[in-house]
């Protein structure tokens, strides 16, 4: 709607925009690990699954066999992109789902295996889930994070024990963009016989996934993340690794997941996921530059300001910048004000600001991680759209100081 808008009037943007609302401001979007703009190829594809070929794929009659050939098809893109065979894909509702199912399977086909190894610094949808299984008699460890926001292999590989269901790490924290070493994980874990789950989501379109190389047994995606829909995930299950199925109905995906297919979801994910192999190359030279161009800019330009994690290996697309002396919360809303979206790792959980999780885990000091940003960038962003929030957060971050600072007298 905006973005036709902005397109229709032109120049008379930013005279129109003075005399509506704020929220009818240009959208310069900087928070890409959040979700993505649903690409209108994507809509494209959807559109007909929900129009036309409505059937329940697992019918018999002519009438719905079109809506099961898309979803086998999106099920071959989507295998393409990770290099998995079709066979090895089990859709799910998102990411948090494939999660969730990878760690419940391990548990239910070893039930003398009580153990789960993972990270301090996952995504809420593996940390939630161990701390409920810890709550249900299982044993979790949360493995800590150097400053750096990197693992430490040698304790990773001590913490494996005898009763170790699974080992479950993030590919690319979407925090930080911190990427971990996936494929020595892998293979320290395949020479002590455990299973391996890595949380991709982050990952297809911004770096190269290749399951054979990474040797995983099972690999998360969410395709919100890669501009299709929310609400639509997949797992990979390695070939001749035992399945138990999370959510338990009808025999669809091969009895993996019951559940009548989102086809429309399916059928856009599959399109994405033709397109995020395409767009590998943009995010890792011109969004890549874009992102070093901003962190450079900020560290340089803006006093007291630090980077969060290591600056390599990293995403191409995320910098999470460390703000003394302001509360993020208070500079989001400012950027809000200005059309700038950008996000904090914060947790409003009842009333309170938390510090980010991952954060905390890397040692940040509570005052440093409560002013701490990240600004992760796509391919939609332009060299206008970086300029424009180059040329207003230094004023937004003076702003907030002052305020801030006043707040505490
Ligand atoms: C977004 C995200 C998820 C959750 O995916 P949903 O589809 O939103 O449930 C899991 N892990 C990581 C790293 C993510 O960024």
């Known amino acids: 709607m905006l973005v036709n808008w ?6 008379f943007t930013l005279l129109t925009s003075t005399l509506l609302s704020v929220s009818q401001v240009r959208l310069f979007y900087f928070d890409n690990n959040a979700t993505t703009r649903v690409a209108p190829e994507v809509i ?3 559109l007909p699954l929900l129009a036309e070929h409505w059937g ?3 019918s018999a009659y002519g009438f719905a066999k079109e809506a099961a050939r898309r979803v086998e098809r999106a099920r071959e893109q989507v295998a393409a992109l990770i290099n998995a065979s079709p066979a090895e894909i089990v859709f799910t509702s998102c990411g ?3 999660n969730n199912s990878a760690i419940h399977s391990a548990l239910l086909t070893q039930e003398d295996r009580r153990h789960i190894l993972t990270t301090a610094v996952e995504h809420s949808a593996t940390l939630k889930f161990g701390k409920h299984l810890e709550q249900r008699g299982y044993r979790v460890t949360f493995l800590p994070v150097e400053p750096d926001g990197s693992l430490d292999l040698h304790l990773l590989e001590k913490s494996i024990r005898p009763d170790t269901a699974m080992v479950s790490v993030m590919w690319a924290n979407n925090e930080t963009g911190v990427l971990f070493p996936i494929e020595e994980i892998a293979a320290l874990c395949r020479s002590k016989d455990v299973l391996f789950h890595t949380d991709a989501v982050q990952v297809p379109g911004k770096c190269k996934v290749d399951v054979r190389e990474i040797g995983a047994d099972y690999l998360s995606l969410s395709a919100h993340k890669l501009h299709a829909p929310k609400g639509i995930g997949l797992l990979y299950v390695k070939r001749r ?3 138990q199925p999370y959510v338990i109905g009808g025999g669809q995906e091969r ?5 009548t297919e989102n086809t429309a979801h399916i059928v856009g994910f599959g399109r994405a996921a033709e397109l995020a192999m395409s767009s590998l190359q943009d995010e890792n030279t011109r969004v890549r530059a874009m992102r070093d161009k901003l962190e450079r800019w900020i560290l340089r330009h803006i006093p007291k300001t630090s980077r969060n994690g290591a600056k390599e290996p990293r995403l191409p697309n995320t910098a999470n910048i460390a703000f003394e002396g302001l509360e993020a919360e208070r500079l989001l809303a400012a950027l809000d004000k200005l059309g700038i979206c950008a996000s904090s790792g914060s947790a409003c959980t009842t009333g309170v600001i938390e510090p980010s999780h991952v954060l905390t885990a890397m040692g940040v000091k509570p005052a440093r991680a409560k002013g701490s940003l990240r600004f992760s960038l796509g391919i939609d962003n332009t060299d206008e759209e970086l300029d424009y929030l180059i040329e207003h957060l230094p004023v937004a971050v003076q702003e907030v100081r002052t305020q801030d600072a006043g707040h505490k007298r």
Do not use: I, L
């Open 241 to 243: 690794v035992r399945y």
């Open 56 to 58: 329940n794929p697992s």
């Open 255 to 259: 009895g993996r997941r019951g559940g």
């Open 6 to 11: 902005k397109f229709q009037f032109g120049h």
């Open 96 to 98: 948090t789902e494939s």
């Open 44 to 46: 494209d594809a959807m």
